[in-house]
């Protein structure tokens, strides 16, 4: 995007279109599943025409229908619909400017059309990345009564945001979604690549606890930060989460790439950056636990 850079330095991740995923007992037979309409009408940095290809790939393996709209959020555009999924939207796509302040990327009837189908009983999954992404998804947060912040999830500024949550250490929660539907998957570490941190206002699961002595760090323009730079404290900060609300189900993650499977320049290399990273042999797992639970399979 021509705007800035989501990531604190280095190229932008690219997809990997070479992942296979690979689905050893699917929950639902080919394309009989529920339909997933992904959203790509808001300049979204993640849309399954490029960045969330692989994500779109792994849903399908497991029966799901997949369907991408560029249309605006509207009542009659989610009729039929099972799961809305809405990753890292931004006003202006391509030309947007990440720096302060950030708008809305859902204008506020749009944002009243899925707070209302959600509480009559439709499935929401929302991921809001690093600045821009939680800023421009804070209106739709504050909706279903979550805050996010704008800002870098980071040990220290300029650091790796990569993190592994541990059901072992506690900062994986033992959940439906960790457990899954049998032994075989059961999601023991889940690894996400960067994005921010949230907090709720109203009562949530949290699946992924952020480290204490973290911080999130809310830089004026994208990427750009020292040691002076604003932060608050990590600590009772979650960055995966989900909660009932009305009728329907809300999953929330403040990070895209855990989602999909991405390859980042580094050394003059391709790295794996996601689904295909070695140390995240059980985030493709942890994806479809999130949708299954969605779906109402893990009750």
Partial sequence: MSGGT??????????????????AA?????????????????????AVDYRFDPFARLLQADGYQLKMTVDPITTASLQGVDVFVIADPVLGGEEAKWALPTPSALRPEEI??????????????LIADQMPFGGSSEALGNAFGIVFHNGYALPAPG??????????????????????????EQVLLVKSFGGQAFRAVVPVEALMKMPDDWSVILPQAAGIMNASTPRI????????????????????????????????????KARPFGLNDREAPYNAQFALNVMHWLSGKLD
């Fill in 6 to 23: 989501p990531y604190p330095a280095g190229p932008q991740p690219e997809p990997d279109f070479q992942w296979q995923p690979s689905v």
């Fill in 26 to 46: 699917p929950m639902f037979e080919r394309n009989a599943g529920p339909v997933v309409m992904t959203d790509g009408a808001h300049g979204n940095f993640h």
């Fill in 112 to 125: 009243v059309a899925l707070e209302a189908w959600v509480t009559y009983g439709g499935s929401l999954l």
């Fill in 159 to 184: 650091a790796s945001g990569e993190l592994v949550f541990k059901q072992a250490t506690g900062s994986l929660a033992e959940h439906a979604i960790t457990r899954g539907r049998s032994e075989a």
């Fill in 233 to 268: 404290p990590a600590r009772g900060l979650m960055q995966g989460a989900v909660l009932r609300h009305g009728k329907g189900r809300v999953a929330v993650f403040g990070e895209a790439a855990m989602f999909t499977a991405q390859t980042v320049m580094s050394a003059g």
